[in-house]
Nanobody
Framework: QVQLVESGGGLVQAGGSLRLSCAASGSGFSLYNIGWYRQAPGKQRELVATFTSGGSTDYADSVKGRFTISRDNAKNAAYLQMNSLKPEDTAVYYC??????????WGQGTQVTVSA
């Protein structure tokens, strides 16, 4: 099991950039698949980007070409670089770490607000 703490959220104008960080404590971080999710007010939580333990990445269509997920296993950290931000990117962003056999951990979230 890992404990996750997100940081880096804030208020930014449309077209700006933010870099979110996810710091993990606990053992075996490199074995975890990492995901960044977001939840806007009144909407369901949605998957934004993933970085598997094997090194594969994937993105929601809405953020492809604008967001980049990365991880540094030596630092027990994951990141989400967000460029060309849009007002519709406004949400609470959550870091998730999961792996077999049933480990599934969440951070507390960090607010991202993009003004028009």
């Amino acid at each position: 099991q890992v404990q996750l703490v997100e940081s880096g959220g804030g208020l930014v104008q449309a077209g700006g950039s933010l870099r979110l960080s996810c710091a993990a404590s606990g053992s075996g971080f490199s074995l975890y698949n990492i995901g960044w999710y977001r939840q806007a007010p009144g909407k369901q939580r949605e998957l934004v980007a993933t970085f598997t333990s094997g090194g594969s990445t994937d993105y929601a269509d809405s953020v492809k070409g604008r967001f980049t997920i990365s991880r540094d296993n030596a630092k027990n950290a994951a990141y989400l670089q967000m460029n060309s931000l849009k007002p519709e990117d406004t949400a609470v962003y959550y870091c998730n770490a999961h792996r077999w056999p049933g480990y599934n951990d969440w951070g507390q979230g960090t607010q991202v607000t993009v003004s028009a």
